[in-house]
C-alpha cells in the first residue's frame, strides 16, 4: 500500500488521454495511467489489448496522435528514442531483442551508449555480472548462442547499463520454463528494491500480480480496472479473465 507522502507526491510517470493509431487501427483509446516513483506497477491484458503499444509509446518507438507522457513532469511524447534513453527510461522488449552475432560484453557495452562516465560503467558492469553470474561466465560468447533464459537476462542486463530511473519490461516470462520465470520475477524485485521503478508488461497475471504494487487492465485499448495488485489478484472478474480461475 502507498503510503501518504507517496500519495501525495507528483507521478513519476504520468500518460494522459493517449491515442495511438497504427494505420487505420485505433489501438489506444485515451489511455490514462501514472506510475509513482519506487512502484512496480504492471498493465495485464490479452494480446492485442494496447499493452505493448504503451511501453513502445513510452520509450519513443511510436508517435502517439494525441494525449502526453510526462516523465519527471516534462512531456516526453513524441520524443526520439535515444533522448528518452538519456532521459532515464529503458526498455527490454518483447522477445528480447539482443544482438545475436555480437558477444555478451559487447551487447552491455551497447546499453551504455548514452554514457561517458568510464568508472560508473565500469562500476555498473560489474553490478550486471553481480546480478546475472551466468552472463559473466558468457561474456565472449556470441550473444546468439545463449539459451532463451540467457538472453533475457542478457536483455535486462543491457538496459540496465544505462542506469535508468523507470524501466520498462515487455513479457519478461515469455517462451522460459517455470523455473527461470521464478528467477526473472526475483530479480525485477531485486532490480525495484535497489532503486529503479519498474512498468512491466505481463501475459503471466498470476506472476506479475504477485510482485506488483498495482495494476491496470487493459482491453481493446481502454483501460478497464486499476487497483491495488493483491486486490485485483483476487477480484473474480480478474480471476475469470486473467488467472485461469
Known amino acids: 500500500m502507498e503510503n501518504e507522502t507517496t500519495m501525495k507526491s507528483a507521478p513519476m510517470l504520468r500518460i494522459t488521454d493517449l491515442e495511438v493509431y497504427y494505420g487505420a487501427i485505433h489501438a489506444l483509446k485515451g489511455l490514462s495511467l501514472d506510475v509513482q516513483e519506487g512502484e512496480i506497477v504492471t498493465l495485464i491484458g490479452a494480446n492485442g489489448a494496447g499493452k505493448s503499444t504503451t511501453l513502445r509509446t513510452i520509450s519513443g518507438l ?22 528518452i534513453v538519456r532521459a532515464g527510461i529503458s526498455q527490454v522488449p518483447e522477445g528480447r531483442r539482443i544482438f545475436a552475432e555480437m558477444t555478451v560484453l559487447e551487447n552491455l557495452e551497447l546499453g551504455a551508449f548514452t554514457r561517458s562516465d568510464k568508472d560508473g560503467i565500469a562500476a555498473d558492469m560489474e ?5 546475472f ?3 559473466k561466465e558468457r561474456i565472449a560468447q556470441q550473444a546468439g548462442t545463449l539459451s532463451g533464459g540467457e538472453q533475457q537476462m542478457l536483455a535486462m542486463g543491457r538496459a540496465l547499463m544505462s542506469r535508468p530511473r523507470l524501466l520498462l519490461l515487455d513479457e519478461p516470462s515469455m517462451g522460459l ?3 527461470l520465470i521464478k528467477e526473472i520475477f526475483s530479480i525485477i524485485v531485486d532490480i525495484n528494491k535497489t532503486g529503479t521503478t519498474v512498468l512491466l508488461v505481463e501475459q503471466n497475471a498470476n506472476m506479475a500480480l504477485s510482485i ?11 483501460i478497464t480496472l486499476s487497483g491495488d495488485a493483491k486486490e485485483l489478484a483476487a477480484s473474480e472478474d480478474v480471476r475469470k479473465a486473467y488467472l485461469g480461475g
Open 62 to 83: 511510436i508517435a502517439p496522435k494525441s494525449g502526453t507522457v510526462e516523465f519527471e513532469g516534462k512531456n516526453i511524447a513524441g520524443t526520439g528514442a535515444h533522448e
Open 177 to 179: 520454463a517455470p523455473l
Open 133 to 135: 553470474p551466468r552472463l
Open 127 to 131: 553490478m550486471v555480472f553481480t546480478r
Open 212 to 222: 506488483a504494487n498495482r495494476a491496470y487492465v487493459l482491453e481493446t485499448g481502454r
